[in-house]
């Protein structure tokens, strides 16, 4: 429904933002993954069973090497150390040997091969064992790491539905949510998750959705609310009427969202992926320098020494911790995002969001609750109040704007759409149609003037829709939305956050934006606008933006899709609800909390702190052992920890981001 623009400088043309139904766009970010860890079944028994005896005959043959290889038995300590050797490293060995065959001839298993096989050709069996250990074990908490991150993000799956009980003919009948049909009646007991969105039609009760959204406090429903699919239903029996299908639910999308998340790569992770593909070859070839050219212009100098400097090299530089703590952090951030009821569809959005200066709100469902009431009712020229919410309702009887909902709600009585012909959408302006044979149209100021119906009340304050009939205008209802609770706070913590500018785009009037400004402290709004208008306004922030001053927009992800698909960074507002928030935004905030848009940010400035944390601590530390490498001052056993442990450390560090 279109209703009246008001504006302070005279009787102008105005329009609601929330009647137009666009397409919905979407984002297109197709990036490569090309690194992964953990994305099969892991188990840690399995694990720990061959490494532990890798240490078992790594410790008997350091304790008896020296004898043995004094002794006429030194070919013993080739049968204690190669099978260690090859238990510790034969999957590295493995992946080394099909890689040369596909042409991929520099990674960090071939060099683990190369540094091995070379320590074992000069006789250093026991450090050829421990570089594969201690790279086994490394692995090992890869593996547990990206476990503890992927655990964070599925334990959203544990919110789908297993089982939905149909009432067919009085009995109830458990089945499969996705053989339950549209208009199907399940029952929902206490303590039961609610297998499918429905509309309730008998039944009171709270219901949990932290699951879902991260909100502890229980939600009070009765009969006419629409519940999710996911959430628990906590006291009461429910009995519901489905209103989707299980695949077309938000649990379903939901879920399809989390398990993708990891496709889209920020700009860093691939960064760090292309300069793996430089840096690792480079590295060989420096080794390969190490190993041949000293002994020929050094006097003195053996090849034993240089060749034994060269795999210390060769260990130290190995990138495989650098590689994977990267996405890891990142992981880690989209994990943690998710518990507090942020889906973020990808890395990619994480690292925009911590160049966003400017963030861009719709107004109604945003900032404000999008519950409507009807205030006043004026009727004009011998019409009475009665009469016409009478015809306000009966026009609107179609309409699931909230407007229109608010007004049928006060109207209070069944509607006969029969009694309503002809009907027709003026796109920005409001309605017309036929009520018992007399033609009526609802909709804002605009609408008159373009009908040119003659009135003199242009400047009503507030959220209005105009009646008219036969060309006579008949009088106004005045609606009364309110903000949200958080909303100010909102907007304080953006500004803590160090965003530069926040602003408000509405299709309601001048008067109600400029209030709602004022009372939040935006810095500039604009009123009036059609759908086409704020993607004009969004986009002009855009070209007055630089490459690190990203513009977010944050909308209910319905009649806002256009500006949510062409700003860096798009938000959807209570996506739960809105099939188009989770299929057009680059971030769904999973409750109606403005306040979450600022706690998204923070967590993504979090995240990159940490993978910039990452990349300086290994290159440093890398750098500092392949200079000690080089001079001869570290060891093969030295190059082992250095290169495990700076893995394990950026792995805990990234850890950090499922706790902050």
Same mark, same amino acid.
């Given at each position: 429904?279109k209703?009246s623009k008001?504006?302070t ?28 860890? *953990?994305?099969?079944?892991? /188990?840690? #028994?399995?694990? %720990?069973?061959?490494?532990?005896? +890798?240490?078992? =005959?790594? @410790?008997? &043959? ?5 004898k043995?290889?004094a ?7 080739y049968?204690i150390?190669i ?17 040369l ?45 990206v *476990?503890?991150?992927?655990? /964070?993000? #599925?334990?959203? %799956?544990?919110?789908?539905?297993? +089982?939905?009980? =149909?009432? @067919?003919n &009085? ?8 053989t ?9 007991k ?7 969105d ?31 699919a996911?959430?628990?239903?906590q ?15 938000s ?30 070859p ?25 060749v034994?400097?060269?795999?210390v ?26 518990k ?53 309702a ?42 018992n ?23 009503v ?33 953006l ?8 602003m ?6 001048q ?13 500039g ?7 086409e ?34 700003a ?13 928030a ?11 909390a ?12 979090k995240?990159?702190?940490?993978v ?17 490498g ?29 706790r902050s």
């Amino acid at each position: 429904m279109k209703v009246s623009k008001a504006n302070t400088g005279g009787c102008s043309s105005c329009s609601h933002d929330a009647h137009e139904s666009e397409e919905h766009e979407n984002h297109n970010h197709n990036h490569d993954h090309d690194h992964s860890h *953990g994305s099969g079944d892991f /188990s840690l #028994k399995e694990e %720990l069973i061959p490494i532990g005896i +890798v240490v078992a =005959l790594l @410790i008997t &043959g350091i304790i008896f090497e020296d004898k043995l290889h004094a002794s006429s038995y030194s070919w013993l300590e080739y049968l204690i150390f190669i099978p260690a050797y090859l238990l510790a490293g034969w999957g590295v060995l493995m992946s080394a040997g099909k890689n040369l065959t596909r042409g991929k001839f520099f990674d960090e298993n071939f060099l683990m091969s190369i540094a091995t096989i070379g320590a074992i050709s000069i006789h250093q069996l026991p450090e050829a064992v421990a570089v594969m250990l201690f790279f086994r074990v490394g692995e090992l908490f890869q593996e547990l790491a990206v *476990g503890r991150s992927r655990r /964070s993000i #599925k334990a959203l %799956l544990e919110v789908r539905p297993d +089982v939905a009980n =149909l009432k @067919i003919n &009085g009995e109830i009948k458990p089945v499969s949510p996705e053989t339950v049909e549209v208009g199907d009646i399940i029952l929902v007991k206490p303590g039961e998750k609610i297998p499918l969105d429905g509309e309730i039609i008998d039944g009171i009760s709270f219901i949990d959705t932290s699951a879902l959204t991260g909100e502890s406090v229980p939600r009070s429903v009765n009969v006419g609310d629409v519940v999710l699919a996911g959430t628990i239903n906590q006291s009461g029996v429910l009995t519901l009427r489905v209103t989707k299908l299980f695949a077309e639910s938000s649990v379903a999308k939901i879920l399809d969202l989390v398990e993708n998340a990891s496709s889209k790569k920020a700009e860093t992770e691939k960064f760090i992926s292309r300069f793996a593909r430089y840096y690792t070859p480079a590295v060989v070839f420096i080794s390969l320098a190490v190993a041949l050219l000293p002994p020929l212009f050094i006097p003195g100098a053996t090849h034993q020494e240089w060749v034994y400097r060269a795999l210390v090299l060769l260990v130290i530089s190995c990138p495989c911790g650098l590689v994977i703590s990267i996405p890891l952090g990142y992981f880690g951030g989209v994990g943690g995002a998710a518990k507090r009821g942020i889906l973020v569809k990808g890395a990619t959005f994480l690292d925009t969001l911590t160049d966003v200066k400017t963030v861009v709100f719709d107004k109604t469902g945003t900032l404000t609750k999008g519950v409507f009431q009807v205030t006043k009712i004026a009727p004009y020229n011998g019409f009475s109040e009665p009469e016409l919410l009478t015809l306000a309702a009966k026009i609107e009887a179609n309409s699931n704007h909230p407007v229109a909902q608010s007004i049928r709600k006060a109207y209070g009585k069944p509607l006969d759409s029969t009694e309503v012909t002809d009907y027709e959408e003026i796109l920005g302006h409001g309605i017309r149609a036929r009520v018992n044979n007399k033609v009526v149209i609802a909709g804002n100021d605009r609408l008159l003037h373009r009908e040119n119906i003659p009135h003199d009340n242009c400047n009503v304050a507030g959220t209005v829709v105009h009646l008219a009939v036969d060309n006579c205008y008949a009088g106004y209802l005045l609606i009364a939305d309110e903000l949200k609770e958080d909303a100010s706070d909102a907007i304080i913590k953006l500004r803590r956050a160090g965003v530069e500018r926040t602003m408000m785009l509405t299709g309601d009037n001048q008067t109600v934006a400029q209030n709602i400004a004022n009372q939040l402290g935006l810095d500039g709004y604009q009123a009036e606008l059609l759908p086409e208008d704020k993607v004009d306004a969004v986009e002009k922030l855009l070209r007055q933006s630089g490459k690190k001053s990203k513009v977010a927009f944050i909308g209910d992800g319905i009649n806002d899709a256009p500006v949510i698909a062409i700003a860096d960074v798009g938000m959807a507002m209570g996506g739960l609800g809105s099939d188009a928030a989770i299929e057009t935004a680059d971030i769904v905030l999973m409750t109606d909390a403005p306040s979450k848009v600022a706690e998204a940010i923070q967590i993504a400035r979090k995240t990159r702190s940490i993978v910039i944390q990452n990349i300086a601590f290994a290159l440093g530390i890398k750098a500092l052992f392949i200079i000690l490498g080089i001079f001869g001052v570290a060891t093969l056993w030295e190059a082992v920890f250095a290169d495990v442990g700076v893995a394990l450390l950026a792995i805990l560090n990234s850890s950090r981001v499922l706790r902050s």
